[in-house]
């Protein structure tokens, strides 16, 4: 089954009621590989409604994230990006651009187990984030 109307079944479930501006912005989120803002989505969709403002936008990420379909990400810049969650996976972040990219290592599961073991605490779940360059600008670098 694919991933928005898997999406739009965990809404009606939850008695979300699924508008066209919900149906575009999610749809958005589970295409966009690039962990948008709420200002990049409302920028890319408001061409298509004319009448959506950027609190829409920030209000239905909120209702999807309360749900459990959508991850905030904070990185200590201003604004939160948006990621549809998936399976788990781990974030690269090019400390010049912002570029974020996803990877999966399946090996790290066992380090929530290992906490909870050590340390008696329930986990719920951890969080792990690569700082780096980019190959972009590594190459502006080298010029």
Known sequence: MNQLKEALDTLKDTGVRITPQRHAILEYLINSMSHPTADEIYK???GKFPNMSVATVYNNLRVFREVGLVKELTFGDASSRFDFITTHHYHVICQHCGKIVDF???GLDEV????SHVT???VDNHRMEIYGTCPDCAEKEVH
Do not use: C, D, N, R
């Open 44 to 46: 890319a969709l408001e």
């Open 120 to 122: 008696g605490f329930k």
């Open 104 to 106: 999966h290592y399946p």
């Open 112 to 115: 929530e187990h290992l906490a």
